[in-house]
């Protein structure tokens, strides 16, 4: 198992909004994480790269395993972690100032990346996340004059430029148009390929088509974790099955 | 409604534009070479210029600025970033009582504290009294400007693997610093202005002077000499004084607002 929890707990001053959630998740493979609003999803991936606790009052006890060390141990630098754990949100963040040769090479500069090999990454980052053909004219012009779909796989491209081993990414298309969703789903399953990718989603339909491992929050905890395949069909847990077939959420 | 909306804006802009057609009225005709270039003459003789007040102005504003922006800019981005707890919140108060307080006594204060214990005038006691008003106002344009960038920059330079205190810097107030130069900008414009803080501490100077531990001329204290003398040659060179000062300050906020035009900018 590439990345795992145990008896995970997070809180916002106390409170918790994930409860003691276990879980693994497979290396080069999609897990999507669903489940209706303020179940605690996205609270559950942003513990996953040590993001939950920049949050107002945010705390988590228990363990996420990455590689087998526990990224919550003594002396592991969150930024590393960071570092390791890429993210992409909701909505698509381009950095306002920065070109879009600077927004890709953003997180390969806080790395001290060498200047000369920049440029070979940068165009790589954009390649995989399926944007180079698109930009590679203007590079050097502002990452706002890019479409919502284009900035979204912008950071994307940003968040693939540091070599991360791990890809969250938190309802990555549900700003984006029907077009620009599939861009970014098609592009979800290339980079399984190569990385492993977590993904919130609020979109069940994108669920059952891209990830090949689904979890179902309610209320705060993993109410079911199995293949995709198995969990659209046939669910063991009767909260899964209302919450799949829109009963409720 | 929109009628009287619009009268009430009209009204609001008619004392600027009173104001400057007056100045341009009064005094353009006195703006030329010989007003920029030279030096008073003795009262009574015609001619002469206010070479040294504006000189003086641009050193004492000048000093003001090397102090006041950096710790102003310095305690906006404190303020914005870290300035949740107890020592934000007093930084804040202090500095809104600050904003609030009449700048006659800030200038009291500066002859207190720098003139009275050297015992002698000078531009460096004018120049702090400028920086103590500059600080504040900066410190709380600077904050206003740093929060406005959304929280969702920070959280996606952070889940880079950027450290905390370089996502201030090189994103967030990188992406602000548009907002932050106009801010500096307007402060200075509006302590370029100020007249009283420097009667008790620059005291004014006939002569041309750039030592600035020497009392030193400076264009609003210029501008109250002539306004009150009683010569009407003193009365021309004040209203040129008073346009160039105003042009002076419209020059800085156009800047300020070309800067603030560029925001999100790119290169």
Known sequence: MHLATERLTARYHGRPAITEVSLGIRPRAITAVIGPSGCGKSTFLRCLNRMHELSDGGTVEGRVLLDGTDIYGAGVD??????????????????????????????????????????????????????????????HGSALALSGGQQQRLCIARALATEP??????????????????????????????????????????????????????LGDLVEFDQTA??????????????????FG | MTA???????????????????????????LNLEFFLSNPVPAGQSGGGVAHAIVGSGIIVGLAALVGLPVGIGAGIFLAEYGSGRLGWTVRFVADVLNGTPSIIIGIFAWTWIVRPQGHFSAFAGAVALAVILIPLVARTTEEMVRLVPHSLREAALALGYPRWRTSLSIVVRTALAGIVTGGLVGVARVAGETAPL???????????????????????????????????WHRLAWAASLVLILLVFGLALVARRVAANRYGTR
């Open chain 1, 230 to 247: 198995r969990m659209f069909t046939n669910p063991s847990d009767g909260r899964t099955e209302a919450y799949i077939t829109g009963r």
């Open chain 1, 78 to 139: 969150a930024v590393q972690v960071r570092r390791r754990v890429g993210m992409v949100f909701q909505r698509p963040t381009p950095f306002p100032t920065m070109s879009i040769y600077d927004n890709v090479a953003a997180g390969l500069r806080v790395n001290g990346v060498a200047r000369r090999r920049m440029g070979e990454i940068v165009e790589r980052s954009l390649a995989q996340a399926a944007l180079w053909d698109e930009v590679k004219d203007r590079l």
């Open chain 2, 4 to 30: 009287l909306v619009g009268m009430l804006s009209a009204l609001a802009v008619l004392p600027l534009i009173l104001i400057f057609g007056y100045l341009i009225l009064k005094g353009a005709s006195s």
């Open chain 2, 199 to 233: 009667l008790f501490t620059t005291l004014g100077n006939l002569n041309f002077s750039t030592h600035v531990t020497e009392p030193m001329q400076a264009l609003p204290l210029q501008i109250y000499v002539y306004a009150t003398g009683p010569f009407p040659e």
């Open chain 1, 165 to 218: 081993e791990v890809l969250l990414m938190d309802e990555p298309a549900s700003a984006l148009d029907p077009l620009a969703t599939q861009r970014v789903e098609e592009l979800m399953v290339t980079l399984k390929q190569a990385y492993t990718i977590v993904v919130v989603t609020h979109n069940l339909q994108q669920a059952s088509r891209v990830s090949d491992y689904t979890g179902f929050f309610y």
